[in-house]
């Protein structure tokens, strides 16, 4: 569904990532592990469109993706929730969500989003700053289901969440598998909600993969190792 070939990302004369290539597939989860620092974030921007890559091809299903603004590739059907969740704080929960239909065929928040998310619908008309970190992440996760995306990107969607909310979002991205044909890529450190949610591990380290394992056969202290400073 999502398909990575030679791609390249530099800040300035600093190439943070060089040749790097990859795919997820329809219906999979999958984690890229890694320290602070080793191009999580930038590899998600870059997807995005947020930052320029100079080289390489993103594709969508057939559709390469890599030349297209940001709304071009959400239209193309991948979807983000940042690092931070960066939410609209002054925006109702409801008005928050709506913003991610823009480029949706539907003008209308789909019921399953509600049933991910139930305290969403609790919280509706609630200001979206006026939530809970971990009510945050899920309505940033629902903004970006509102789009109706073939791909989900999540950067590092545990950061600042407490334990309890952190086992809610990993049984609601395992729902969304059942519920939608959806590719989901999560960016994470905390290998306990890795395992929880993902089909296949890769781990970055400076811009390169290092490290791949299906989740049957991860080896915990090994990944360990990889994320340990």
Do not use: W
């Not at 979206?128 to 789009?147: C, K």
């Not at 929880?196 to 394992?213: K, Q, T, Y």
């Amino acid at each position: 569904m999502l398909k990575v070939e030679n791609f390249g990302v530099s800040y300035g004369q600093s190439r943070i990532i060089e040749d790097l290539s990859f795919e997820a597939f329809p219906n999979e989860t999958l984690a890229i592990m890694g320290r602070n620092g080793m191009g999580k974030t930038t590899l998600f921007k870059s997807l995005m469109g947020v930052i320029p890559s100079f080289s390489g091809k993103v594709k969508v299903g057939d559709r390469d993706i890599a030349g297209l603004r940001s709304c071009q590739r959400v239209a193309s059907g991948i979807a983000y929730v940042p690092q931070g969740r960066m939410i609209f704080p002054t925006l109702t929960v409801l008005e928050n969500i709506e913003t991610g239909l823009e480029t949706a065929a539907s003008k209308r928040i789909s019921d399953d989003i509600f049933a991910l998310f139930p305290v969403l619908f609790d919280m509706r008309k609630r200001k979206g700053g006026n939530l809970s970190g971990g009510q945050q992440q899920q309505l940033a996760i629902a903004r970006a289901l509102a789009s109706d995306p073939k791909v989900l990107l999540l950067d590092e969607p545990t950061e600042g969440i407490q334990p309890s909310i952190i086992k809610d979002i990993a049984k609601a991205l395992n729902e969304i598998r059942k519920m939608r044909d959806i590719t989901i890529i999560v960016s994470e450190q905390v290998l306990s909600f890795t395992l929880d949610v993902a089909d296949r591990l890769l781990v970055i380290e400076r811009g390169r993969f290092v490290h791949e394992d299906l989740r049957a056969n991860v080896d915990a202290k090994k990944i360990s190792e990889y994320l340990s400073v």
